[in-house]
């Protein structure tokens, strides 16, 4: 019996160590959460003989490391900071504060079109980003800088709100557009409902980018401004309307209005029915005077 008992307990101790084991070797050998890449474009077009820029935003990097190849071949671009194809084309460009691991093409050539991958190793696996380049032929005239922003300026809540922002420049600087609420800068956020995208056309040095909020709450209120660069920004005016307290003003200006005509339409009835009984009396008294008349 005291054997049996000695059992079930190494049996509830090794169990016990082994959690023990498993929840030390998560905390102290864990590196944080998982990278993810950012919202950054996947598809980019430019002319032959431009700088075709490819970006690659990643988040929690931590010691991981970015690679650059193009699909479908498996040699490397680019290795972390080191380049591994010796093409003085092709250069990495690190963006320390956005998070970005960019590849430059310089003097980019129509066979450099295709599908270019991004991606970062972890263990047993990767975590890949397409983007895809297209380089056109023909050239464009020079673009004059400029921005515009348009979309829903009034809405009822809980009403989708859609702004669409466009901006072109003259030059190859033009990277992303960020979207600012009453000075707050704004990103996706699915627990609110906000959806932030953006595609970039190199070849025609500009940037489309799209805010939608699917139900519009009372906070949403307010003035959006989207920005490209310094020099390039707008805002705009979005009013955000209680539909059950216009509503309810809707009807009290009806029902006001209606008192008033049930109260003119009664006036005018009274007024006709004096008149009436002013004409009877009247005609009365001419008959009650005849009457006199031809009995004396």
């Not at 080191?82 to 970005?100: A, T």
Request: glycine share 4%.
């Amino acid at each position: 019996m005291n054997v049996v008992d000695w059992r079930v307990i190494w049996i509830k101790s090794s169990f016990i160590l082994c959690c023990f084991l498993q929840y030390v070797n998560l905390v102290f050998t864990s590196d944080g959460p998982l990278p993810t890449f950012t919202n950054t474009p996947t598809s980019v077009v430019t002319h032959k003989g431009s700088v075709a820029i490819l970006r690659c935003g990643v988040d929690n990097l931590g010691t991981k490391t970015v690679s650059w190849r193009k699909l479908p071949y498996n040699v490397p671009i680019t290795v972390g900071k080191d380049q591994f194809l010796k093409i003085d084309r092709f250069k990495l460009f690190q963006v320390p504060y956005q998070g970005e691991w960019n590849l430059h093409i310089k003097n980019a050539q129509p066979f450099d079109s295709g599908t270019y991958e991004c991606h970062v190793s972890l263990k047993g696996e990767k975590i890949r980003r397409n983007i895809t380049l297209t380089v056109l032929e023909t050239t464009t005239a020079p673009v004059i800088p400029s921005i515009h922003l348009s979309g829903t300026q009034i809405v009822e809540k809980g009403n989708p709100i859609q702004l669409l922002c466009n901006a072109t420049s003259g030059d190859d600087k033009l990277q992303s557009i960020d979207w600012f609420k009453d000075g707050i800068k704004l990103q996706t956020s699915y627990a609110n409902e906000i959806f932030i995208s953006q595609k970039v056309s190199i070849s025609d040095h500009s940037i489309t980018s799209t805010l939608d909020i699917d139900k519009a709450r009372m906070t949403d209120m307010g003035r959006y401004v989207c920005r490209a660069s310094r020099q390039l920004a707008t805002r705009m005016k979005v009013d955000v309307l209680n539909a059950e307290t216009y509503n309810e003003k809707r009807e009290t200006h009806s029902e006001i209005r209606s008192r008033q005509s049930a109260s003119s339409v009664n006036e005018l009835k009274h007024s006709e029915l004096c008149v009436v009984l002013a004409l009877l009396v009247t005609v009365l008294l001419q008959v009650i005077l005849s009457f006199r008349d031809r009995t004396s």
